[in-house]
C-alpha cells in the first residue's frame, strides 16, 4: 500500500485555503441561497414512509456541485504550477469543462448510490476507482470515457490507501456535523445553515485535494515531466 495522502493533503489544503476559497467562495455563496430559498432535495417523511426525494433539487444541487469542482480542479492545476488564478476565469474554466464532468460524476453517481446499497464499502471503492477522472478530463484534455478507463488503471495500485483516506475524511465530516447539529440542533437557522454549507464546501475541496494528490501519486511518466494543464 502506497503512504496515506490524507495528512499531506490536509496541510496543503490549510496552506492554500485564500486561493481554493477564491474558487469556492461564489458557489457558497449560492448553495446557501439555495438551501435557505428552497426545499432541501431529500427530506424526512417521519413515520409516514421512505424519505422524500425533490430530484429537480436534486439535480439543481448537483449541477452547481459539478461547477464547484471544475472551479476548484483549476485552481490546484494552476496551483501546481505556482499561480493563482481569479474567480472569473475560474469559472470560464469550469464552464468549458462542465458537459465531460456533468457525464462523469453521473456515472460516478449511479455507481456509488449502487455500490453504497451493497454495505457501502463497494460504493466506496467505486468512488475511488473513478475518483481521478475528472482530474484527468481537466489535465489531459481527455474524453469522459478515456477518463474513466485511465482512472480505473491508474487507481488500481493506489486503491486500498484511497480508500483509506476517503472513509477517514467521512468519518471526520461526519463528527464535525454530528458535533454542529448537537449545537444547534436539528431545525438550524439561516445562520447555521450558512454554517452547513459552508462545512461541506470545505470537506468537497479537502477531498479534492486529496484526489489531486493521488493524481500525481498515479501520474504514469518519468518522474521528470509535470502533469499538463489548460490554459
Known amino acids: 500500500m502506497n503512504p496515506s ?4 493533503a490536509l ?7 485564500p486561493s481554493l476559497m477564491l474558487a469556492g467562495a461564489p458557489f457558497l455563496v449560492l448553495l446557501s441561497l439555495i438551501a435557505m430559498g428552497f426545499p432541501p432535495p431529500v427530506s424526512d417523511a417521519g413515520e409516514a414512509g421512505p424519505p422524500v426525494i425533490r430530484w429537480d433539487m436534486l439535480a439543481l444541487s448537483g449541477l452547481v456541485y459539478t461547477f464547484f469542482e471544475g472551479a476548484v480542479i483549476g485552481q490546484l492545476l494552476a496551483l501546481h504550477h505556482g499561480k493563482s488564478r481569479g474567480p472569473g476565469a475560474l469559472m470560464l474554466f469550469s464552464l468549458l469543462l462542465l458537459p465531460g464532468l456533468l457525464l462523469i460524476n453521473i456515472i460516478t453517481y449511479i455507481g456509488l448510490v449502487t455500490g453504497l446499497a451493497l454495505f457501502i464499502l463497494p460504493g466506496v471503492w467505486i468512488f475511488v476507482r473513478l475518483a481521478l477522472a475528472p482530474m484527468i478530463l481537466a489535465a489531459e484534455q481527455a474524453s469522459p470515457l478515456m477518463a474513466i478507463r485511465a482512472s480505473f488503471q491508474r487507481t488500481r495500485p493506489l486503491q486500498l490507501g484511497m480508500m483509506a483516506d476517503v472513509m477517514l475524511l467521512l468519518l471526520g465530516y461526519l463528527g464535525i456535523i454530528a458535533l454542529t447539529l448537537s449545537v444547534v440542533g436539528e431545525q438550524p437557522g439561516n445562520l447555521a445553515q450558512l454554517g452547513f454549507t459552508t462545512i461541506e464546501l470545505l470537506v468537497a475541496m479537502a477531498l ?4 489531486f494528490h493521488y493524481y500525481l501519486l498515479g501520474w504514469p511518466r518519468s518522474p521528470e515531466s509535470e502533469p499538463p494543464t489548460t490554459h
Open 11 to 17: 496541510r496543503f489544503w490549510w496552506q492554500k485555503l
Open 5 to 8: 495522502q490524507l495528512f499531506p
Open 208 to 211: 479534492e485535494v486529496l484526489v
